[in-house]
């Protein structure tokens, strides 16, 4: 389990295909930190650590993955959003995120307002996914706030703080996100909706 507070900056160093999984080598400042089995959010992906030469450590997507993220676009340099797994003796900063993305969304509109900056994001609602004003969000890993919330669509407000120091810097308008709708959300919505089949 994941808060959606983003400890660090990733960078890609190599990519690797075997079969249909990718082999990620990233590059990160906490690597010392991690260990081989470890639970780590990739722009809000949930991967696992299988190996750790020196700063760098891998990680492996499968086919799955690829095809549900915005992982299969990623390119040596890419700098993504890190953060290790919720100490359960930890403060809880965020909200509850599983690090198991729902769909893709895309960036609409970037608006500079007042030193902070408005990100306006659609998403296929066809997917049965939602947001409620106010309510929790999570884009590329980091935990955020819904506001102008629609079928399809909603805006977050970035300060400056997350802006340098999670990927929304580099964001620019088309680029897909990772999206993980708020998990208390998706419960009541399942059970009110029911299944479909």
């Known amino acids: 389990m994941f808060t959606g ?19 990620f080598d990233i ?40 095809s549900k993220t915005n992982l299969g676009s990623w390119e040596v340099g890419k700098k993504i959003n890190l953060e290790r ?13 599983q690090g198991h993305v729902d769909q893709l ?6 608006a500079e307002k007042d030193g902070s900056w408005i990100f306006d994001f659609v998403y296929d609602p066809e997917k049965g996914n939602l947001t409620v004003e106010k309510g ?8 955020l706030t819904c506001f102008n919330s629609k079928k399809g669509g909603f805006s977050v407000a970035i300060i400056p ?8 810097h580099q964001l620019k308008v088309g680029d897909e996100v990772n999206l993980e ?3 208390v959300g998706k419960y009541i919505q ?4 029911g299944y479909e089949f």
Do not use: W
């Open 181 to 183: 709708f708020d998990i």
């Open 136 to 143: 929790s969000i999570t884009i590329n890993g980091t935990s």
């Open 27 to 66: 590059y990160s400042p906490i690597t010392q930190e991690l260990k081989i089995d470890q639970s780590v959010a990739h722009n809000g992906v949930c991967l696992t650590v299988i190996n750790i030469q020196s700063d760098i450590f891998t990680v492996t997507a499968i086919d799955e993955t690829l």
């Open 161 to 168: 703080y997350t802006y340098e120091h999670t990927n929304f």
């Open 190 to 193: 399942r059970m009110t909706k």
């Open 105 to 110: 969304g895309k960036v609409e509109g970037i």
């Open 5 to 23: 507070i983003i400890e660090t900056l990733g960078e890609v160093r190599a990519i690797r295909k075997e079969g249909t999984n990718v082999h």
């Open 85 to 97: 797994c919720m100490p359960a003796n930890g403060r809880f900063d965020g909200h509850i995120v």
